[in-house]
């Protein structure tokens, strides 16, 4: 009596390689990480300094003045807020300084007469 022969083995799954299907190799995905990560983002870190530590062309371009909408903004009517000419300013804030030592000063002085 002769045997059946036995059922061929299941194919392999996508990407294992046999002893048997070394002539046809099938390709796996390359793992993540690698050299070629580390190369890609080396390139995209100097790419960033690259941008960040560029010059302006032009002393207008870096900020230095030429704008007269920057700073002369603050003492025109069209910035928004209360509007108080500097003077106005110098002197009320003198007069707070004088009334604080004027009341240091009768603190002083009437402690030691009604002490």
């Known amino acids: ?12 799954p996508p990407g294992v390689q ?6 046809s190799r099938t390709l796996s995905p390359k793992p ?17 300094d690259r941008a960040a530590n560029a010059r302006p062309a032009s ?4 900020g230095a003045g030429g704008s007269s909408s920057t700073m002369l903004k603050l003492y025109t009517d069209e910035s928004p807020g209360l509007k108080v000419d500097p003077v106005v300013v110098l002197v009320l804030s003198v007069g707070f300084i004088i009334s604080v030592v004027a009341l240091h000063v ?3 002085v009437s402690k030691r007469f009604f002490a």
């Open 59 to 62: 002393t207008r371009a870096a």
């Open 106 to 108: 009768m603190a002083k």
């Open 18 to 23: 046999t002893p048997s299907s070394s002539t």
């Open 1 to 12: 009596m002769v045997s059946p022969p036995p059922p061929p083995p299941p194919p392999p």
């Open 32 to 48: 993540p990480g690698g050299p070629a990560t580390a190369l890609r983002r080396r390139a995209a870190a100097d790419l960033k």
